[in-house]
């Protein structure tokens, strides 16, 4: 199943995942891959193993931005600073393990916990899956991708940058900026 999406910067690859993956990989991949590893993981990849995140909509992928997210929590008031966001679209074309619409993944999809997601994605990877499609928790009706195997991220290209600021009030701007 081929996949367009939008590279969304949070923890694309933690820096624990298998090294080997990422020396076979094309240049972009790395150049944009192993910087952020997030303590205990991300939304589906425990501590030991990374993943490639994506969403299929740019406001899905500004939404999963580490930016953004910090936005929304009571401790970064009065502390929020502009910063750039780099978006990037990239191309999948593999068989991934998707629970849209599937009642039975609902533990999965809590936006406070990564515990029962980082659990489906171990069971995943021992059973060999490439990836996973899920409905966003930051974003209604947005779509996530998350590639376990660095190597089937295809056709990396750079597209817009914007910048997110906040006013007074905490309310998110985000402008085009090249």
């Not at 931005?65 to 679209?89: C, I, L, N, V």
């Not at 195997?149 to 940058?161: F, G, I």
Request: hydrophobic share 40%; glycine share 6%.
């Amino acid at each position: 199943m081929f996949f367009p999406a939008r590279h969304a910067p949070v923890a694309c690859v933690a820096e624990k995942a298998k090294v080997a993956e990422f020396l076979l990989t094309p240049p972009p991949l790395r150049l944009v891959s192993p910087r952020v590893a997030m303590r205990g993981g991300g939304a589906v990849n425990g501590p030991d193993r990374g993943a490639w995140y994506a969403a299929f909509e740019l406001p899905t992928a500004q939404a999963r931005s580490p930016s953004t997210k910090a936005s929304s929590s009571p401790r970064w008031a009065g502390r929020r600073r502009a910063s750039p966001y780099e978006d990037y679209r990239v191309d999948f074309s593999a068989e991934l393990h998707d629970i849209r619409g599937s009642r039975n993944f609902n533990r999965c999809l809590d936006p406070a916990s990564y515990v029962a997601s980082q659990e489906l994605a171990q069971q995943l990877l021992a059973e060999g899956a490439l990836g996973i499609v899920y409905p966003s928790v930051r974003r209604p009706k947005g779509t996530c991708l998350a590639c376990f195997r660095p190597a089937l991220v295809m056709n990396v290209r750079k597209d817009k940058t914007y910048r997110f600021s906040w006013n007074k009030a905490g309310k998110l701007k985000i402008a085009i900026v090249g």
